[in-house]
Structures are given as structure tokens and as C-alpha cells.
């Protein structure tokens, strides 16, 4: 009888100290995983804030190429402007030329 009791309490010790090790185990585990998704809070605040520095970047890019557009649109018609004055002013020279003669 004395060895049952004994039993008893041996088997209701190993309980107690599965169970301890079961809730050191689960409290790991919880700590791991507030670490982990600090972490990840981190890391999406993080990726949040390039995602708008890259928004901000393309869109002032989309800026300066409708202002390269425009500053070739206007180049293009000074460059036409000059080719008139151009075959104008070899008008004038060939006219002068051929009065000339």
C-alpha cells in the first residue's frame, strides 16, 4: 500500500513537471511569436514607407518626363523655325547671287 501511495505521488509529480514544462514550453513559444510579429510590424512599416518614397520618386519622374516632352516639342518647332529661315536666307543668297551676275 505504501508503494501505491508512492506510486501515486511519483506519477503525480512527473504530471506536475510535464505540465510545467508544457507551460515553459507554450510561454517560448508565445514570446517567439510577439517577437516575430514585432518583427513583422517593423519590417511592413518599413516596406510601407519605401512603397511611398518609390510612389513619390515616380511620380516626380512622370513629372520631369512631361516636362522633357514638352521641352522637345518645343525644340522641335525652333528647329523647323530655323530650317525655314535657313532655306530662306539660301534663297535670298542664291536670288542675290543670280542678280548679281
Given at each position: 500500500?505504501?508503494?501505491?501511495?508512492?506510486?501515486?505521488?511519483?506519477?503525480?509529480?512527473?504530471?506536475?513537471?510535464?505540465?510545467?514544462?508544457?507551460?515553459?514550453?507554450?510561454?517560448?513559444?508565445?514570446?517567439?511569436?510577439?517577437?516575430?510579429?514585432?518583427?513583422?510590424?517593423?519590417?511592413?512599416?518599413?516596406?510601407?514607407?519605401?512603397l511611398?518614397?518609390?510612389?513619390?520618386r515616380?511620380?516626380?519622374?512622370?513629372?520631369?518626363?512631361?516636362?522633357?516632352?514638352?521641352?522637345?516639342?518645343?525644340?522641335?518647332?525652333?528647329?523647323?523655325?530655323?530650317?525655314?529661315?535657313?532655306?530662306?536666307?539660301?534663297?535670298?543668297?542664291?536670288?542675290?547671287?543670280?542678280?548679281?551676275?
Open positions: 500500500m505504501k508503494d501505491d501511495i508512492l506510486k501515486n505521488i511519483s506519477s503525480a509529480y512527473q504530471a506536475v513537471q510535464v505540465a510545467k514544462e508544457q507551460a515553459n514550453e507554450e510561454a517560448r513559444l508565445d514570446r517567439k511569436a510577439k517577437q516575430a510579429s514585432i518583427r513583422l510590424e517593423s519590417l511592413l512599416a518599413e516596406h510601407t514607407l519605401l511611398k518614397e518609390a510612389n513619390e515616380a511620380a516626380a519622374m512622370e513629372e520631369r518626363a512631361d516636362d522633357s516632352e514638352r521641352e522637345a516639342r518645343k525644340a522641335r518647332r525652333h528647329a523647323a523655325w530655323a530650317n525655314i529661315i535657313a532655306v530662306i536666307a539660301l534663297a535670298f543668297t542664291v536670288a542675290q547671287y543670280l542678280s548679281g551676275r
